[in-house]
């Protein structure tokens, strides 16, 4: 797709560290990524039942400041972001004028007039670029900061008890999708309460210098509990079992937010003029009237993997498509998110299947998430 | 890594046991399993089946990806591992023992099976 991407791959600050662990490295847009330490299955079920640690840097961090960065912002992007608190965050996206979704962001409220939008790594260009466009006329300033932060994030059911032996900052207060500056193991994070895994979790943005020192002390707080070094592949078998899009699969320019099921990260109702609201009004109104396809669960009934690109069938026509596949390490069998017809994507439809390699494999129609955690 | 000196390697990272009463044991190597990843599933060849060399008669999937399995010789397979139809993950835990794929009885081999340390360059691991 990209044309932009560097032929020279970029590495983060721990990437020495990521090769004295015996990572598998993986070119994600660009970076160089741990794929997998050892067992990527074993990373998974730590993240499920214990903790995981990722390295997240790759991810495009760009700050937006100024007396009118909320007004920017609200104008930019399809969410109500003036309405986010100073110390919370929000799950927003970013439409081209026909509606087409440029990219999924979550934005922090850093400061009344400060906040920081954290893009995916393969859109983060496109975003800068757009976000700079839009910004003409407005009193804020949209900075590119992907190169001031290391992320780390750390991610399941022990990871408050290991953050907590490592600050003093309030871990109990903070609430999902909040952050707050703070210092970790000494040195000073943004500590945000998000994840993409589906489990309880931490991201903390730091400097870059400081990126070898944190992880180290994580990795030593988090002996006792079962921490565990987690690469990208996990990470999506993650997401998937958690029903959360990945840009380029379950998201594209092609896509508006009803499309993919998501039209709730578009508010209508706040102030002003948004980039894509003309488009996203009848978006809306056909979603509801005349649905596209639907973003549904597959569950496999054998054992073949559904990947992305495969055909879904019933009756031995297509009615869809796979978008994201893989097996499921928590259900054990093979899951898929795919866009199916409207008449096949009721939870329970018989005779659905997957198109695998010119097999039709049977598959379970069900709602997504596949995996909820228990609170 | 550690490429057993009694095998003989395909380019396409199989390994192939010694023939004993003309049957040789076929699997993937270490190097192999370790580039796909967590296996998840093995679909092998049926016994009684005729399986030519460096063409596809199986695939492994693993987290990330579907591989072709490809035999590294032409004969009849005379048994498969139902072991590691069970447990997949076999083949990542003991590639060279446990996690061997099927048997053939070798009608043909193709003059290009690379020794141990012939595969360890290739492959290089």
Known sequence: ?????????????????????????????????????????????????????????????????????????????????????????????????????????????????????VANASNAQVVLDALTERAAGFDAEVRDDRDAYALIAVQGPESPGILKSLTDADLDGLKYYAGLPGTVAGVPALIARTGYTGEDGFELFVKPEHAVELWQALTKAGEGAGLAPCGLSCRDTLR????????????????????????????????????????????????????????????????????????????????????????????????????VDAAHAAPGTEGVGVDIRGSHEPYEVVALPFYKRRK | MNNPQQLRYSKEHEWLSAAENGVSTVGITEHAANALGDVVFVQLPEVGATVAAGETCGELESTKSVSDLYSPVSGEVTEVNEDVVDDPSLVNSAPFEGGWLFKVRVAEEPGDLLSAAEYTEFSGS
């Open chain 1, 1 to 117: 797709m990209s044309s932009t991407e560097p032929t020279e791959l970029r590495h983060t600050a721990l990437d020495a560290l990521h090769r004295s662990l015996g990572a598998t490295m993986t070119d994600f847009a660009g970076w160089d990524m741990p794929l997998r330490y050892g067992s990527e299955r074993d990373e998974h079920l730590a993240v499920r039942t214990k903790a995981g640690l990722f390295d997240l840097s790759h991810m495009g961090e760009i700050t937006v400041t100024g007396a009118q960065a909320a007004a920017l912002l609200n104008f930019a992007l399809v969410g109500n972001i003036a309405s986010v608190g100073v110390g919370r965050a929000r799950y927003t996206m970013i439409c081209r004028a026909d509606g087409g979704i440029l990219d999924d962001l979550i934005v922090y409220r850093l400061a009344e007039t400060e906040y920081m939008v």
């Open chain 1, 240 to 339: 998937l079992e958690a029903g959360m899009p990945l840009y380029g699969h379950e998201l594209s320019t092609a896509l508006t937010p009803f499309d993919a099921g998501l039209g709730r990260v578009v508010k209508f109702e706040k102030e002003g003029d948004f980039v894509g609201r003309e488009a996203l009004t009848e978006a809306a109104a056909e979603a509801e009237q005349n649905p596209p396809r639907i973003l549904v669960g597959l569950i496999a009934e054998g054992r073949r993997v559904p990947r992305a690109g495969y055909a879904v069938v019933a009756g031995g026509e297509v009615i869809g498509e796979v978008t994201s596949g893989a097996p499921s390490p928590t259900l054990g069998k093979p899951i898929a998110m795919a866009y």
